[in-house]
């Protein structure tokens, strides 16, 4: 090869060095994106905690704790949260209330899900001294608005009084009743008083026997005995309705019923909080329904508004509502289910008023 061949070609290769030296390189893709997307498969794991605290009772009660704690596992599982970030804690005395919730706190919980009234004072305490950490109290009436807690509060005089018009229609003796919980405990006395005030729209003459569990709070949801004891005698006394709210003891109440003669024919049984139908088998013989106030849903709407950064503090309502009718649809006339779907819709829009509270 020449001087002058030798001579171009240094000439177009320091060209070309020189034009590449002035491209910018292209950009290396960030491990942040491969971060990222393994973090959206796996959810907020490890990242966010949500522990719940029952009343007394078992998790698995079949009625309030269980309908909570179905609640948290929905919102973990819809949130991608390990098994680890998302755990309860059964009260056997109510002493321990503040412990409790005390032990998700010192481990780090973001969120803490009290159940019940009675551990609304508790939940208030705690929630003060830890501003970082959401509380959702369930049944826990906020008084004063507090940007960390949430009370999951229900109308539970609206699904009562549903449940009253289905007994006072369903009644061919003219006598209905209730097993309940403790007249300590709002809720409660809500859902009865609905209960009456919806029996008497059918019929104004109708008797309805109300019987609330004389113990303390600690007793009055855990007490099967008590509450067929007193379904039988309410039975005796004629009552072929009769609507048991009160956790465990209104489910004794349900499945004496069961076992009735006449259960499912001329005597017949009505649930609380939840689908009963789905948490206590033993009383299909009896349940045509259930005063439901819808914990469930609740509960995983405060928990992912709290994932959200969206926590709204003060009182949160939950919907109530009658549930299914199952095995018995067939049973139900046309036109008291009209009935039902026309008194649900002056619930709602309160051109129907249940008397509760005035």
Same mark, same amino acid.
């Given at each position: ?34 971060e990222s997307g393994a973090a959206a498969e796996e959810g907020m794991a490890g990242e966010f905690k949500v522990g719940l605290v029952t009343d007394v009772g078992r998790v698995n009660d079949r009625s309030f704790n269980q309908s ?15 098994? =680890? ?13 503040? =412990?409790?919730?005390?032990?998700f706190i010192d481990a780090g919980y973001n969120v803490i899900v009290s159940v019940g009234f009675a551990l609304g004072d508790a939940t208030l305490t705690a929630a003060r001294d830890n501003p970082d950490v959401y509380f959702i ?19 539970? =005089? ?7 018009? @289905? ?16 007249? @300590? ?92 139908? $789905? ?22 709407? @405060?928990? $992912? @508004? ?23 649809? =067939? ?28």
């Amino acid at each position: 090869m020449n001087v002058s061949r030798l001579t171009t070609l240094f000439a177009v290769l320091t060209a070309l060095a020189l034009l590449l030296a002035a491209c910018p390189a292209p950009a290396a893709m960030p491990a942040a994106d491969t971060e990222s997307g393994a973090a959206a498969e796996e959810g907020m794991a490890g990242e966010f905690k949500v522990g719940l605290v029952t009343d007394v009772g078992r998790v698995n009660d079949r009625s309030f704790n269980q309908s909570a704690w179905e609640g948290v596992v929905a919102a973990a599982e819809g949130l991608g949260l390990a098994e =680890d970030d998302f755990k309860y804690i059964e009260t056997q005395d109510a002493k321990d209330y503040a =412990d409790n919730i005390q032990q998700f706190i010192d481990a780090g919980y973001n969120v803490i899900v009290s159940v019940g009234f009675a551990l609304g004072d508790a939940t208030l305490t705690a929630a003060r001294d830890n501003p970082d950490v959401y509380f959702i109290g369930v049944d826990q009436f906020q008084g004063e608005t507090m940007a960390n807690v949430a009370g999951l509060i229900f109308n539970e =005089d609206h699904s009562g009084y549903l449940a009253g018009v @289905l007994a006072g229609s369903l009644s061919k003796t003219g006598t209905i009743a209730a097993v309940l919980g403790t007249d @300590l405990v709002p809720p409660v006395v809500a859902f009865n008083e609905g209960y009456i005030a919806g029996a008497k729209s059918v019929n104004p003459d109708i008797n309805v026997i109300s019987t609330y569990h004389p113990g303390e709070i600690s007793q009055a949801f855990v007490d099967p005995e008590w509450g067929a004891a007193t379904a039988k005698q309410a039975l005796d006394q004629g009552a072929d309705v009769i609507f048991g709210a009160g956790g465990i003891t209104g489910n004794g109440a349900l499945q004496e019923i069961a076992t009735a003669e006449g259960a499912g024919e001329t005597v017949f049984c009505i649930g609380v909080d939840t689908d009963q139908w $789905n948490t206590v088998p033993a009383a299909h013989p009896c349940l045509v329904s259930s005063a439901m106030k819808l914990i469930t849903p609740g509960v995983v709407d @405060l928990v $992912n @508004l709290a994932s959200e950064g969206a926590f709204p503090g003060g009182n949160y309502f939950g919907d109530a509502d009658l549930a299914p009718f199952h095995d018995f649809d =067939d049973m139900i006339p046309q036109e008291l289910k009209d009935l039902l779907e026309e008194t649900k819709a002056g619930l709602i829009e309160g051109s129907i008023d249940t008397g509760y509270g005035n």
